[in-house]
């Protein structure tokens, strides 16, 4: 599991849709418009994987929000079962800021499996049992110094967002 904390305006989703457009396979949750409570993110990870993957997103519909062990036992051992050549990565941008333990566990429940390469990001990932996922080898952190954009990146960002920039500020940026 990757983890990215970096403040508003750092660059984090860009950089996760540049690292999406080269890692091939991924799942992209963007998390910016989704109530943050735990049912409505297992509704988004289910919409964003059933196009394409539906026979994992019905699996998912039928198990219902895994907020306890049983249903989370399940969810990896069937995970388990689907082990890919390749894990997909699945990214949750713009992770909320609160205590979601049920959510935690998911997301450690995901990391354990061999199909996914799990990212978060988010402003503040202070809420989340960080430092033990690092301590147990679970997790490493990208802190918002590690987000470094060319000119070129900036100039793109801007056209991206609908907003003239020209290359002379660009290269100020």
Not at 13 to 33: K, P, S, V, W, Y
Not at 48 to 74: I, T, W
Not at 108 to 131: C, N, Q, R
């Amino acid at each position: 599991m990757l983890l990215i904390e970096a403040p508003l305006g750092s660059g984090k989703t860009t950089a996760l849709l540049r690292f999406c457009a080269d890692a091939g396979e991924h799942i992209l949750i963007r998390l910016q418009h989704v109530p943050p409570n735990p049912p409505k993110i297992w509704d988004s990870i289910i919409a964003s994987l059933g196009d394409r993957y539906p026979d994992v997103a019905v699996f998912l519909r039928a198990l219902g929000y895994p907020d306890d062990e049983m249903r989370l036992a399940l969810l990896e051992n069937y995970l388990r079962e689907r082990h890919r050549s390749q894990p997909l990565f699945i990214v949750f941008d713009d992770y909320p800021a609160l205590s979601l333990p049920s959510m935690d566990r998911l997301l450690e429940s995901l990391a354990h499996t061999k199909m996914f390469h799990v990212i978060v990001s988010g402003e503040d990932l202070s809420y989340l049992p960080a430092d033990l996922w690092v301590e147990e080898g679970l997790a490493r952190w990208m802190p918002a110094a590690a987000f470094l954009f060319s000119s070129t990146d900036v100039y793109e960002y801007f056209q991206q967002a609908g907003t003239a920039i020209t290359e002379t500020r660009a290269n100020t940026i």
